[in-house]
């Protein structure tokens, strides 16, 4: 038997106060008439006897009263009836949280989930339900409610700890915050089928590396009934180094020096510092080619450019060496392969004029590890090879043109390619005609008294977005000494991209079918203005390649997880196959948007038609984080985390204080302890009032109180 306040206990001494009143003897109030006793020698009383209890049976009543009122207010209760019926009442619902994230890819780590999942599966009563979740970016379940419940109660911690065996942790990035949540909805769906909020407990059991994505627990509002109990798990070896893919700034693609850039990552903890990086082969450990030596001290990081390798054909990874841990000492990567593109000049400047449109053209056009551009010049008034119009990739024009050359470009341009014509002076306007299938179109030539500049510019547009920025958008210092005017009213769907300061157009796309003319109203020559002796003029001719698809918008880095978009336009109606890191295919339907299976690292190969692709995936930077998350850290998220062992303690006792409280409330034994007081008290009235009128009755016959 318990009490939930045993200090009432105490009050059972008042049981003193009877014994006391029955051992003091009252003198008698009776008188007796005598003789004068003057005569007689006084003499001591003599004690004839010792004071002793009378009415036995009557002080045991008296004290039985006062022990049952004392018992029944330290409210007594019955431990285990009390966990026996509320076993019977409420049953307790466990869910099991598995982190298999790629950092539990650590030395000892797996078995140790394995083992605490084992023990706390051990626990579970016949009568409790559990369930057993996997998470690393998504969850998934391993063994369900449903499972639990319709598997015989001596063999569901088997089956968890069978498929638990049969599961590694994989890849992903640990989203701790979402499984949380998830383990939490989980026992809300189980309360609303039972109708019952019985004992609900979450252990989670994780290495609980900083890393870890929390952010979603910030506006969670927890359950208040829900009990989080933290597994932490301990690697072998504490410090970690990794390596990661760093990401091109956007003008990479210009630099002349070709180079993958990572990113080397040491744990504040770690206790070494030297490190080499390199080009490893795809099968093996062994560097390919000569390492770099790398010093990173503890808590920082350092970007490392390691160069292509000229006559290397199977660079796919690069390692990091001299860590403890090498789970995430792996970069796999796809160099850029050099696009080489022909584009058609039509114009009549000479190669060596270094004053006409073409001198600075061939000069500006792009020639990076990514894209080589060949630009063949053919003069106006002779015929252009078939040849040449189609494998072109983009064409420009200063000049007029025959009616014939015009009638190929307005082809091309129906069929999706990008035309610059940038007319040297008003005779030009019936090629532009031509170029747009309209007439009635006509230029006029401009000469300002000084000089012109460029003034709104649609930044907006992809054309200009890379000159959106603030450092890069001042286009006032570019002289136009001459200019074209041309009314885009005429030209339906035409579109401004830039004015000059004067209000005329200074730049205009105009759609045809499904490509486009660009319409540059001002040579970039020194005769019509300085805009091929600027800064802004290599930049803006690079813009022109990438908007008319020189540059491809096919990203070749993902992450694990991340959803991999396929080309729309490559092989359409025709069925896509990739193929693993591990070999396995995969072949998804014709029309598919993209993949989503990419859950391990290494290099995929996208196949649709014709059209291949060669993409990395790498394992998140956010699991190479692997210092312990501060002890508190869940609780800032309203979570009830993790404990120190006072704490733990007073939690304890506060759990057994509500148990207990529920229990007595539940078998409320003071009131059968007040109700025997109430008839103890029935019973020594009616014992007191009958040994009063037996004395008095005696005392009438002549007798005494003794």
Avoid at 111 to 133: I, M, T, W, Y
Avoid at 157 to 176: F, I, K, S, V, Y
Wanted: glycine residues 8%; contains cysteine; neutral net charge.
């Amino acid at each position: 038997m318990s009490f939930l306040a045993p200090f009432f206990l105490i009050g059972a001494l008042a049981v003193a106060g009877p014994v006391l009143f029955h051992l003091i003897r009252r003198t008698t109030r009776d008188r007796t008439v005598f003789s004068s006793v003057m005569f007689l020698p006084p003499t001591r009383p003599r004690l004839t006897h010792r004071s002793r209890l009378e009415h036995i049976l009557l002080l045991l009543l008296r004290c039985l009263a006062l022990g049952l009122l004392a018992l029944g207010f330290a409210r007594p209760f019955f431990r285990r009836a009390a966990s026996a019926a509320g076993a019977a009442a409420e049953e307790r619902r466990v869910v099991v949280l598995v982190d298999v994230s790629a950092s539990m890819r650590r030395s000892g780590l797996w078995d140790q989930a394995r083992e605490r999942a084992a023990a706390v599966l051990g626990s579970v009563a016949p009568g409790d339900e559990a369930s057993v979740f996997l998470f690393g970016s998504k969850m998934t379940p391993l063994v369900s409610f449903e499972e639990w419940r319709s598997t015989p109660a001596g063999a569901r911690a088997a089956l968890a700890a069978q498929r638990l065996a049969a599961t590694a942790p994989g890849w992903e990035e640990d989203h701790l915050g979402d499984a949380l949540i998830g383990a939490s909805e989980a026992l809300a769906d189980t309360d609303v089928e039972k109708k019952a909020a019985g004992p609900r407990e979450i252990f989670l059991i994780s290495d609980f590396i900083a890393g870890s994505r929390r952010d979603s627990l910030q506006a969670y509002d927890w359950p208040k009934n829900i009990v989080l109990k933290l597994e932490t798990l301990k690697a072998r070896n504490p410090t970690n180094a990794g390596l990661q893919l760093v990401a091109d700034a956007p003008d990479a693609d210009r630099l002349t020096s070709p180079a993958m850039r990572v990113r080397v990552s040491n744990a504040g903890n770690s206790t070494r510092e030297q490190f080499r990086v390199g080009w490893a082969r795809p099968a093996g450990d062994d560097f390919l080619g000569a390492a770099m030596d790398v010093y990173v001290p503890p808590g920082q990081s350092r970007v490392v450019a390691v160069p292509l390798l000229a006559k290397a054909t199977d660079m796919e990874r690069i390692i990091l060496r001299g860590d403890d841990e090498d789970f995430d000492n792996t970069v796999y990567v796809v160099p850029p392969e050099k696009q080489r593109w022909k584009v058609l000049y039509l114009g009549a400047d000479a190669a060596d004029d270094a004053r006409a449109p073409l001198f600075f053209l061939r000069r500006a056009l792009p020639d990076n590890p990514h894209l080589a551009v060949e630009l063949v010049a053919r003069a106006p008034s002779g015929s252009v090879p078939a040849a040449e119009l189609q494998e072109a990739r983009m064409f420009f024009s200063t000049d007029s043109l025959p009616p014939e050359t015009i009638a190929a470009l307005r082809g091309r341009m129906l069929a999706g390619k990008t035309v610059l014509f940038a007319p040297k002076s008003a005779r030009e306007a019936s090629t532009l005609a031509g170029l747009l299938g309209i007439s009635g179109l006509a230029l006029e030539d401009v000469r300002p008294a000084d000089y012109a500049m460029f003034g709104d510019i649609d930044f907006r547009h992809p054309l200009f977005a890379p000159f959106a920025d603030p450092h890069y958008s001042d286009f006032t210092k570019i002289h136009i000494w001459r200019y074209r005017r041309l009314n885009p009213g005429l030209v339906p769907a035409a579109r401004v991209l830039a004015r000059f300061d004067s209000g005329d157009p200074a730049l205009v796309e105009m759609p045809v079918g499904q490509g486009r003319l660009l319409v540059l109203l001002t040579g970039w020559n020194p005769e019509d203005s300085q805009l091929a002796v600027s800064s802004k003029f290599v930049p803006l001719i690079y813009s022109m390649i990438e908007l008319a698809g020189g540059s491809s918008d096919e990203a070749s880095q993902y992450y694990v997880g991340d959803f991999i978009p396929l080309n729309s336009g490559a092989g359409a109606g025709e069925s896509t196959t990739i193929r693993r890191p591990d070999g396995t295919t995969i072949t998804l339907p014709a029309g598919a948007a993209g993949f989503g299976g990419a859950l391990q690292p290494g290099v995929y190969l996208i196949s649709t038609g014709q059209h291949a692709l060669r993409v990395g995936v790498n394992l998140s930077a956010a699991e190479s984080r692997t210092e312990a998350l501060p002890p508190d850290e869940l609780e800032r998220y309203g979570a009830p985390g993790p404990r120190s062992p006072p704490d733990a303690k007073r939690a304890a006792e506060r759990e057994a204080l509500v148990q207990g409280t529920e229990a007595e409330s539940r078998q409320k034994l003071w009131r059968w302890l007040l109700g025997a007081t109430l008839a103890v008290l029935l019973a020594e009235s009616a014992l007191a009032g009958w040994s009063t009128r037996r004395n008095s009755a005696a005392v009438a016959q002549g007798g005494s109180l003794s």
